[in-house]
């Protein structure tokens, strides 16, 4: 599909192009590409659905990662099936794997008085691309600090990094965003006007994800208090 | 890949079967599948992320959900590509569409001692199968209720339900739980030995999904208090 045909705002400073596959057949309006957008949405979460093509059949699994401007990394076993399609430092090349990497966030529950007309109040970023191994040393270690960062800022700082061993044993996948949006729904029922008067509540229950004390592990090495950057996650 | 291969419990009552799709081949040891655990964790979530291929290449995309019994329905615009895609009463049959559904609930960020074993806890489930486009007009109607009791229990019936215009315009595809696994972490950081000693903090931030004070829509009906079934959403 060309982009004339997509209906999407041509592509600008600080906004990512619109694809045949980023323009939604469906609720356009709330289809967004900016990238202060994107990024925000993608900050603001840790977990994604990653998906993939195995045999034909699709397969979407939850997992973390990390972003370091551009580039998206989630990280796994060498062992794993789908991290091994990405190529890898013994295959040479890394061939690539096609992936949609999706990021959620619920934000409400809108119940309008009309059954057709619940929804939900979220934001989302879809990326579209090829996953490809990271063979270089040093973008592999920077990769695994942004994954952890992502989880809890400041935490890769704090803890031991990977040796020799673990790394062997972790394959990172790195997924660029360039075919990207982000969709958002905020705001109230969209009732039809004749529904109006009907004697039903309507209305939003906000929602988030909320973070409670930190429980520490059994046998913390003596003197090792709450550090100063999870005072900040809990919420 | 035959049952013997999976390394996986054998059926039995109560079970899904373990085939070559649902047996990870990492972490095995947290891949289950009975039923009271697959569908308590479909049963406390109302949004998934449905994969399924288009043109060759994944696509994942968030959309609320409901279940009855053993089938999960999620529904979206007639004019939705995958939802075609899964065939509809226009073009007879329903060929089917090979799909992925997945729900996750984060339960707690693990931060280990070492980067190596941070981990999230979390309760998945992963379905594959074909869905297909529901054409008997009764279990329409009962697969709309039941995604919209899936946010709201109770809300289906204080609602209008959807006249003939909206049933036209929904599309509702059904994926029976035949070829499903759950997964579940639970528990602290899995340090290793040597690294218990080390001066870092390590243990559990509890994650939960929380749900606010429902904010009215504007222009209620006169009278319409808050619905007994909203108090028990707010937590």
Chains 1, 2 share one sequence.
Request: hydrophobic letters at 35%; glycine letters at 12%; one cysteine or more.
């Amino acid at each position: 599909m060309s982009e004339a045909d997509t209906g999407a705002p041509s592509p600008e400073a600080g906004a990512y192009r619109a694809s045949g596959r980023t323009v939604p057949t469906r609720a356009r309006e709330r289809a967004r590409y900016d990238r202060e957008l994107v990024h925000r949405v993608l900050d603001t979460s840790y977990l994604c659905h990653l998906g993939f093509v195995r045999d034909g059949a699709p397969v979407v699994l939850p997992t973390l990662y990390g972003r370091i401007g551009e580039r998206l990394y989630v990280h796994g076993s060498t062992g794993s099936r789908p991290l091994r399609a990405a190529g890898g430092p013994r295959d040479g090349a890394g061939r690539g794997l096609p992936v949609c990497l999706t990021v959620t966030q619920v934000d409400g529950l809108v119940l309008a008085r009309s059954a057709f007309h619940h929804s939900l109040n979220y934001h989302s970023v879809v990326v579209h691309g090829v996953a490809r191994q990271v063979t270089d040393e040093a973008e592999r270690r920077t990769a695994l600090d942004a994954i952890v960062d992502h989880i809890v800022p400041g935490r890769a700082e704090d803890s031991r990094r990977a040796n020799a061993r673990e790394l062997a044993a972790t394959a990172v996948v790195r997924l660029d965003l360039d075919e990207v949006s982000a969709k958002v729904r905020t705001g109230g029922p969209d009732d039809d006007p004749e529904d109006l008067a009907l004697p039903y509540w309507s209305g939003v229950v906000p929602v988030a994800l909320t973070h409670g004390t930190p429980v520490p592990a059994d046998g913390l090495a003596p003197g090792i208090g709450l550090p100063g950057y999870l005072a900040g996650a809990v919420s």
